[in-house]
């Protein structure tokens, strides 16, 4: 177990001057452009594989250092870059998570390089838990997956929404109910390998923020996987049914095993947006001038940094921990995965909300990048579960209550 430190080795340290470098220079330059086009950014993803950014080894090389910090250093850095962007390039990644959470290390094998493909082929991956009547509350999916003992297939229907990267992935985790009456322990994920007939992409969404993350609906028409695409293989899953209908508690259910894993992950890149959006009003600050003096002369302005510094470290220091925790093993006792993405979350939201006024009317208008991060930054108190589902989670963990 790697002691905690807030002093990052040379391997990480080394990384995230990589990633830096690849945000401020292939990122950044392109981020309006494409939040504009409201389409994926190909060039840049495909720039990413060529350097070896987007790519497996380079997750698990950042998800086995440690102290479990590489890969948060990592996501701060492409946020800063571009949220949006970022998202682009990281959508892959969750569906990676889901197969790493639920799956056999053969099952990760073979399908995590899958996730993205090569530089000559780059491909996606897609995590699909979210449905038009099932988002923050999981446990009430309706698509259903039944099993054709004859075939050795399983048979798939439903819709997803809000998924990033739905439809026009080539690999899609899907969580599905196996066995509705067990609510979130009747669950289980499925790969639905490339080219699966049956998938089909429903309604893309135009959205307020990260409009440069493809994010639509997953149709699921009788679609037909193999009995070896069931994460963790059927004799686990009968064994889990087994001990859910006869009562006896589970360690947890399958989407909310990915999010447990990811949510530090998503709360490094909120706080990738505060800090951009904090740097650039501070330079701001002390360029411009108003009434013969810089603004950042003036407590009202001054007070506002100072603030906006404060609240970015203390995010970064609960995702740092909670990245840590999750690296070594290290039980949630008190929901300390949910307070990094909470805390970070709407410190983003209110970080970039600071810097649209310190900036004035530039802050309102697209010349100037502060409204787009703090369009981007919203997104982060929704997905993954919203502000009101953390503050759930760690009030159950920290009081043994069943809050509802």
């Not at 970022?86 to 892959?92: D, N, R, V, Y």
Request: proline fraction near 4%; charged fraction near 25%.
């Amino acid at each position: 177990m790697a002691e905690f430190s807030l002093d990052l080795d040379e391997d990480t340290l080394q990384i995230q001057g990589w990633v830096h470098d690849f945000a401020a220079n292939v990122m950044r330059p392109a981020a309006h452009e494409w939040d504009e086009r409201e389409e994926t950014p190909w060039p840049i993803i495909e720039e990413a594989a060529r350097i070896g950014l987007y790519s497996f080894d380079f997750i698990a090389q950042a998800f086995a250092e440690p102290s479990g910090l590489m890969m948060p250093v990592a996501l701060e850095e492409l946020s800063w870059g571009d949220a949006g962007i970022g998202m682009a390039i990281l959508g892959s990644t969750l569906g990676l998570a889901g197969i790493a959470s639920n799956g056999t290390t053969e099952q990760l094998m073979e399908w995590g390089p899958q996730c993205y493909g090569t530089p000559e082929k780059v491909q996606l991956a897609a995590f699909a838990v979210s449905e038009p009547d099932a988002g923050s509350d999981v446990s009430s999916l309706r698509t259903r997956a039944v099993y054709d003992e004859a075939k050795d297939e399983w048979v798939l229907n439903g819709t997803k929404t809000c998924i990033s990267n739905g439809g026009i992935a080539d690999i899609h985790v899907v969580v599905a109910s196996v066995d509705p009456e067990l609510g979130s322990r009747g669950q289980a994920s499925f790969i639905v390998p490339p080219k699966t007939p049956g998938l089909s992409q429903g309604q893309k969404f135009s959205k307020m923020g990260i409009r440069a993350s493809h994010t639509a609906e997953v149709i699921l028409q009788d679609c037909r996987v193999p009995g070896h695409c069931l994460l963790g293989g059927k004799d686990k899953l009968d064994e889990k049914l087994s001990r859910a209908r006869q009562g006896i508690k589970s360690s947890g259910q399958a989407a909310m095993k990915t999010f447990e894993a990811t949510r530090p992950g998503v709360g490094a890149q909120a706080l990738g947006i505060a800090r951009a959006a904090y740097e650039y009003s501070l330079d701001y600050a002390k360029e411009r001038k108003a009434f013969g003096r810089a603004i950042i002369e003036n407590q009202s302005i001054a007070f506002k940094l100072a603030d906006m510094k404060m609240r970015i470290d203390a995010a970064r220091l609960l995702v740092w921990r909670a990245s840590w925790m999750g690296r070594n093993g290290k039980d949630f006792v008190a929901g300390e995965g949910s307070m990094s993405k909470l805390f970070a979350g709407e410190t983003a939201v209110w970080v970039t909300e600071e810097a649209i006024q310190i900036l004035g009317g530039y802050g309102y208008v697209r010349d100037y990048p502060v409204e787009r991060w703090h369009r981007d930054s919203k997104i982060y108190t929704i997905f993954e579960g919203t502000s009101e589902i953390q503050r759930l989670i760690i009030a159950r963990a920290i009081s043994g209550v069943h809050i509802k």
